[in-house]
């Protein structure tokens, strides 16, 4: 990116700093290999924070 404007529609890879907020709002985890979806991982704990 190096400060250059982001574009709609442009793929960004984010990685999140805490997971456990970010695995509390998914269901499950989408695995990719080489741009290719290759494995769908569920959240057992996704919804259990209070």
Known sequence: MNGEPLS???KLQ???S???TT???YR???V???GRVI???PIEGS????
């Open 8 to 10: 709609v529609g442009q």
């Open 39 to 41: 494995d769908v991982w």
């Open 47 to 50: 919804g259990k924070l209070q």
């Open 28 to 30: 499950e985890i989408h």
């Open 23 to 25: 695995s509390n709002l």
């Open 32 to 34: 990719y290999q080489q």
């Open 14 to 16: 984010l990685i999140p």
């Open 18 to 20: 805490h997971a456990c």
